[in-house]
């Protein structure tokens, strides 16, 4: 859905995924808005980036209880005085934004039993991440 966008915004993308990762319940299409607003965003905030690689990185983690889903950029990264209005509704630091979907795909993560957070990147950008709980955790 968004090998268009990544090929217009020079975007590599380098995936990471578990073999052993549990199987997760949840709603498939509201998954995929949130793993859809993570990689626009992204995106976005690597198209002013010329001095280095614009590198996506999606990875999966295996938890104790749960999967661990990361989405890393080489972007701009997150000012720190930003970090926590991000997720607020309406927020947005785009000319055209609407600043809504950090918030939906916030609610749609602890909707189904998960967290989702944002931290620095290692040298730059940002890493958006979220949990689900594993499907036999829920019983
Ligand atoms: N990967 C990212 N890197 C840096 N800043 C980000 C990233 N993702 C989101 N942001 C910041 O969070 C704000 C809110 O994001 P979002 O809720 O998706 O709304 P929108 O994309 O419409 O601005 C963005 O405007 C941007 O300032
Ligand atoms: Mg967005």
Known sequence: MTSNELLKGGVTVRTELAADAPPVLGDRIQLQQVILNLVRNAIDAMSTIGDRPRELLIRS????NSVLIQIEDSGSGLDPEQAERIFEPFFTTKPQGLGMGLSISRSIIEAHGGRLWASPGLSHGAVF???LPKA???R
């Open 61 to 64: 983690a295996k938890d104790t």
């Open 129 to 131: 991440q979220f949990t």
């Open 136 to 138: 036999d955790g829920r």
